[in-house]
């Protein structure tokens, strides 16, 4: 889910009204993500291989940025958060899931549940917008009927 950016630079460049290539910017904004949730993707895994009954990812990853505006993760929250559960997994555990994501052929964006991405998403996208188009208003609902459209077509193609 979200992987794919042509839908989503579609929609920004329709909200901007003109035709942008975003794939440099998307991409960065992707691989950081992905990188930046390593850890909590291994405390995800293990905790449902371990049964912990730990809330890892929760429904968004709001608690997880750097302000709620942001689209980017706050290393330090996420620290912060691992170290107010660090005692609830042992290091063996931590390092078999380790050993199985190295293994494994998926992209980490694939292991990251589509829910806790969302937040991040709509708020990149809203950044986008502002940045390429100077409109500060806030998006409405068209932005999000939109957004679910783009969610709608990549269900189909996967």
Known sequence: MYFHQTPIET???NFCRKKLDLSA???TWHSEFSENVYDLIVLDIANSRFKKGVS????NCFRFLSNKHSYKICENRVKKFKDSIKDKFSEDELNA???LIYKSEKD????IKGHFI???L???IKYTVRKYSGDTKSLTL???IQLQLIVHKIGKTE
Do not use: C, P, Q, R
């Not at 890892?56 to 429904?59: A, E, L, S």
């Not at 980490?108 to 292991?111: A, I, K, S, Y």
């Open 11 to 13: 929609t920004i460049s």
């Open 25 to 27: 910017e998307f991409n």
């Open 56 to 59: 890892i990812f929760g429904d």
């Open 97 to 99: 899931v380790k050993e």
């Open 108 to 111: 980490l964006w694939f292991m």
């Open 118 to 120: 969302t937040h991040a």
């Open 122 to 124: 709509i708020n990149l």
């Open 142 to 144: 068209d932005f999000y």
